[in-house]
């Protein structure tokens, strides 16, 4: 570990000159993104950006070989997962002049009609969105596959979770010039299967009253097993955002909701999407399986773990 900070030196390919230049000419930017994102600039989250975003982004620079590289990010939910892509996402076009293109394993969402037709021929649950089963996989393969090329001119895929459904493909991005390095985050990005004897025991009460033939968790296993595994080996770089455990991922959640809720106060009813305690502990158990089994399988293959702390900031990171 470095001594000096909270990145390894062995992989630092910035100077401390560089890295204040480029510190002196991002952060400014960078604190508009978290207003924008309703987050308090602290001293620890200045410690974040000098200490691991910018020794970060420049190993990911360094990682870029004349080739587009994937990225996956993963990070439970209330992790802070998409913020953190959209950091490094600007440091590697501020500071590196990198082409980059984030994208959410939520933008490959399948539409309401093709999930409500699976919650009636596979299992009820999967009116919700999120586990795998839900995502249109093969689109992400394929959008995947030709960014490697450096194809231009590509639509890219997004969602609505507004209304619940994917965006008319008519309003899709275009991403015009070929990319150097994709951002794809999720909390499921870069998951692995579970053992049939671990499928067993529920893990929580909506899989043991509402999933008792393990057909909802099995269905979505198998997914994992195949198909996501397929997108998931497109991956070349692997960062996991890690929460200190399940408790934290619960709190953190329902701090996001909180923001939501102060932030959607003079909405209807109609249009008000926030949910109250009981409603948002539900939803959560939907992801608590994969998110629980993540957080114990992974921190041991990602190339990058950046540990959190209880008070949602880094405090460690293990470079593979």
Same mark, same amino acid.
């Given at each position: 570990?470095?001594?000096?900070?909270?990145?390894?030196?062995? $992989?630092?390919?910035?100077?401390e000159a560089d890295k204040q230049q480029l510190k002196q000419s991002i952060l400014p930017v960078f604190k /508009? $993104?978290?207003?924008?994102?309703?987050?308090?600039?602290?001293?620890?989250?200045? *410690?974040?950006?000098?200490? %691991?975003?910018?020794?970060?982004?420049?190993?990911?620079? @360094?990682?870029?070989? #004349? /080739?587009?590289? &994937?990225?996956?990010?993963?990070?439970?939910?209330?992790?802070?997962?998409? =913020?953190?892509?959209?950091? +490094?996402?600007?440091?590697?076009?501020?500071?590196?002049? /990198?082409?980059?293109?984030?994208?959410?394993?939520?933008?490959?969402?399948?539409?309401?009609?093709?999930?409500?037709?699976?919650?009636? =021929? %596979?299992?009820? $649950?999967?009116? !919700? *969105?999120?586990?795998?089963? !839900? @995502?249109?996989?093969?689109?992400?393969?394929?959008?995947?596959?030709?960014?490697? !090329?450096?194809? /231009?001119?590509?639509?890219?895929?997004?969602?609505?979770?507004?209304?619940?459904?994917?965006?008319?493909?008519?309003?899709?991005? +275009?991403?015009?010039?070929?990319?150097?390095? %994709? &951002?794809?985050?999720?909390?499921?990005?870069?998951?692995?299967?579970?053992?049939?004897?671990?499928?067993?025991?529920?893990?929580?009460?909506?899989?043991?009253?509402?999933?008792?033939?393990? &057909?909802?968790?099995?269905?979505?296993?198998?997914?994992?097993?195949?198909?996501?595994?397929?997108?998931?080996?497109?991956?070349?770089?692997? &960062?996991?955002?890690?929460?200190?455990?399940?408790?934290?991922?619960?709190?953190?959640?329902?701090?996001?909701?909180?923001?939501?809720?102060?932030l959607s106060s003079g909405l209807s009813a109609e249009n008000n999407k926030v949910m109250g305690k009981t409603e948002l502990e539900r939803f959560v158990m939907h992801y608590e399986r994969?998110?629980?089994? !993540?957080?114990?399988?992974?921190?041991?293959?990602?190339?990058?773990?950046?540990?959190? #702390?209880?008070?949602?900031?880094?405090?460690?990171?293990?470079?593979?």
């Amino acid at each position: 570990m470095n001594e000096s900070g909270l990145w390894p030196d062995q $992989l630092t390919f910035l100077s401390e000159a560089d890295k204040q230049q480029l510190k002196q000419s991002i952060l400014p930017v960078f604190k /508009k $993104l978290l207003q924008k994102e309703a987050i308090q600039f602290s001293s620890e989250m200045e *410690r974040s950006f000098e200490e %691991v975003f910018l020794p970060l982004s420049a190993w990911l620079a @360094h990682c870029y070989n #004349n /080739k587009p590289v &994937i990225v996956g990010l993963n990070g439970a939910q209330g992790s802070g997962k998409s =913020t953190l892509a959209k950091v +490094i996402a600007l440091i590697l076009e501020k500071g590196f002049n /990198k082409s980059v293109l984030s994208l959410s394993i939520d933008d490959l969402y399948k539409t309401r009609e093709q999930r409500l037709l699976m919650s009636k =021929t %596979v299992h009820p $649950l999967f009116i !919700t *969105r999120g586990v795998p089963g !839900t @995502h249109d996989v093969l689109s992400g393969i394929q959008l995947f596959s030709r960014l490697k !090329t450096g194809e /231009k001119g590509i639509a890219v895929p997004a969602f609505d979770k507004a209304v619940d459904d994917r965006v008319s493909e008519k309003c899709w991005h +275009i991403q015009q010039e070929a990319v150097d390095i %994709v &951002i794809f985050e999720g909390w499921c990005v870069g998951s692995q299967a579970q053992t049939e004897d671990e499928l067993q025991i529920p893990v929580n009460e909506l899989e043991r009253t509402e999933d008792p033939a393990m &057909i909802w968790r099995s269905f979505a296993n198998n997914q994992l097993k195949g198909i996501y595994r397929d997108l998931f080996s497109l991956i070349d770089i692997l &960062i996991m955002l890690r929460a200190p455990d399940f408790g934290s991922v619960i709190e953190w959640r329902n701090l996001q909701e909180s923001k939501l809720r102060s932030l959607s106060s003079g909405l209807s009813a109609e249009n008000n999407k926030v949910m109250g305690k009981t409603e948002l502990e539900r939803f959560v158990m939907h992801y608590e399986r994969i998110t629980r089994a !993540t957080l114990d399988e992974m921190p041991s293959r990602a190339d990058i773990v950046l540990n959190l #702390n209880k008070q949602h900031f880094i405090e460690s990171v293990h470079v593979k």
